[in-house]
């Protein structure tokens, strides 16, 4: 069972420290402003979880996860994981996010680069899925043109061999 305000007020004296004051507070959800970055801290009662989103006060937020934690800032992941929140809070802003405290946006700007690496990665991955998926339709209907032309769409280094004879099959009926 979580305690949110009981969490919370651990949390606000820390922050304080680096001259952070709370900006806005709705339930279940507190957001800090020092001069230059802003963190809010917040639990989601669907998924059960607490977030945690870090920016600069001219810029966009960006959620603290596993991923851009082991990523951005080499930190351990266990402790996000398996720790109760605010041990993980306080232990990874006086680590690995202690710059961020201090005002240096360095690694906010690598976690924008990171989220925009990630969504260029689901996006190529998507579209590498539709691809295979409009091959496969093609092959099933022996249209043989757009399978190779869909195929030819997607990295064919990652797939089965049996595209390959697929393709080499394709490429043979086109052919006579």
Same mark, same amino acid.
């Given at each position: 069972?979580? !305690?949110?305000?009981?969490?919370?007020?651990?949390?606000?004296?820390?922050?304080?420290?680096?001259?952070?004051?709370?900006?806005?507070?709705?339930?279940?959800?507190?957001?800090? /402003?020092?001069?230059?970055? /802003?963190?809010?801290?917040?639990?989601?009662?669907?998924?059960?979880?607490?977030?945690?989103?870090?920016?600069?006060?001219?810029?966009?937020?960006?959620?603290?996860?596993?991923?851009?934690?082991?990523?951005?800032?080499?930190?351990?992941?266990?402790?996000?994981?398996?720790?109760?929140?605010?041990?993980?809070?306080? &232990?990874?802003?006086?680590?690995?996010?202690?710059?961020?405290?201090?005002?240096?946006?360095?690694?906010?700007? /690598?976690?924008?680069? &990171?989220?925009?690496?990630?969504?260029?990665?689901?996006?190529?991955?998507?579209?590498?899925?539709?691809?295979?998926?409009?091959?496969?339709?093609?092959?099933?209907?022996? !249209?043989?043109?757009?399978?190779?032309?869909?195929?030819?769409?997607?990295?064919?280094?990652?797939?089965? /061999?049996?595209?390959?004879?697929?393709?080499?099959?394709?490429?043979?009926?086109?052919? &006579?």
């Amino acid at each position: 069972m979580i !305690n949110f305000d009981k969490d919370i007020e651990t949390i606000t004296p820390f922050l304080r420290q680096y001259d952070f004051l709370i900006a806005e507070t709705y339930k279940d959800f507190v957001k800090y /402003e020092s001069e230059h970055t /802003e963190i809010s801290v917040g639990y989601d009662n669907r998924d059960h979880n607490y977030f945690t989103l870090i920016g600069s006060k001219t810029d966009d937020s960006i959620s603290l996860d596993a991923v851009n934690l082991r990523d951005v800032f080499a930190y351990d992941v266990e402790i996000f994981i398996k720790k109760p929140f605010v041990t993980f809070f306080i &232990n990874f802003f006086s680590t690995k996010g202690l710059d961020i405290l201090n005002g240096d946006l360095t690694k906010f700007n /690598e976690l924008k680069r &990171n989220r925009e690496e990630r969504a260029m990665r689901y996006s190529k991955e998507l579209i590498e899925k539709q691809n295979l998926k409009a091959a496969d339709n093609a092959w099933s209907v022996n !249209n043989y043109s757009d399978f190779i032309r869909y195929l030819d769409l997607v990295n064919r280094s990652n797939l089965p /061999e049996s595209y390959e004879l697929k393709y080499s099959i394709a490429k043979d009926k086109l052919s &006579n």
